[in-house]
């Protein structure tokens, strides 16, 4: 099982705290505000401690020593940094981990020997990154169904064809179905023609 302290009480907290309980990690938390320390005692079954945690004896009681991981989520930046610096100057602990606003204070956070620093602007610009590189994935597969309907519409008029060629008429529902059959295929490769040319053009 793995020790680990979470420094400050975000709206999010209460369900870190649960899903990584979940996951095997003993998890204690530590905020400056009563009330909010309160409430969470009563909403989960989490140790719970109110005070400063840039002061090292309020880390000392929280179990830092027996900890290999801090969390510092507070909504101060220099203090979040401020934490995770006394965790690793005082206690050695393994991995701290400071949450930041403001993602220019990225430079202090590596200077400062933190293990890692991670912010929501970062977050957000990755999700979208991904976000886009899964939507010409997703593109991609509906152009190739696509043209896979159009051969399989071709297919069955071209076995229509040789099915009905020995005969000295072709009956007319039978030629309906084949124009149908190559008109719906042509339809469905002029779709994907023009999804082509929107995607190289930068407007799909």
Known sequence: MHNLIIVGIKKFTPYLAQELAQKN??????????????ELKTERSLRV???DATDPSILEEAGIKRSNILLALTGSDSINLEICKVA??????????????????????????IFRCFNVVDKITV??????????????????????SAKKLFRKANLLKTA???????DQKAAGKIEGYEES???IE??????????KNGDA
């Open 88 to 113: 690793k100057k005082d206690f050695h602990t393994e991995k701290t981990l400071a949450w930041l606003d403001n993602p220019h204070n990225e430079d202090a956070c590596q200077e400062s020997g």
């Open 185 to 187: 295929a042509k339809m």
């Open 164 to 170: 009905t060629s020995n005969r000295k008429e072709v």
């Open 49 to 51: 401690l109110n005070g």
């Open 25 to 38: 990690f003993k998890v204690t938390v530590i905020d400056t505000d009563p009330l909010k320390c309160r």
């Open 190 to 199: 002029d779709v994907v023609k023009q999804r082509i040319i929107l995607r």
């Open 127 to 148: 999700e979208l990154e991904e976000s886009l590189q899964r939507s010409d994935m997703e593109s991609y597969i509906r152009v190739t169904k696509l043209l896979e």
